[in-house]
């Protein structure tokens, strides 16, 4: 459900489609990496490392946000 959500929300922009798999890719379940995705101020190299890194999808979302 969240993931077809997802697909609606970022398939008119590419950019936030982009932002949005790899931020699957990086660990995030669907609705985080939705909620990072539509966001300009949280730089996305950083949010991979930091559960690269071994930190806490629920930490790593409080400190982005």
């Known amino acids: 459900m969240t993931t077809t959500l997802a697909h609606q929300v970022t398939e008119a922009d590419p950019v936030r489609r982009w932002r949005f798999d790899e931020l699957l890719r990086a660990g995030y379940d669907a ?3 939705l909620v990072l995705s539509g966001r300009a101020d949280v730089d996305l190299h950083g949010a991979a490392a930091l559960l690269r890194n071994g930190c806490p999808a629920d ?3 409080r400190i982005l946000l």
């Open 31 to 33: 609705c985080d990496a």
């Open 59 to 61: 930490l790593a979302i």
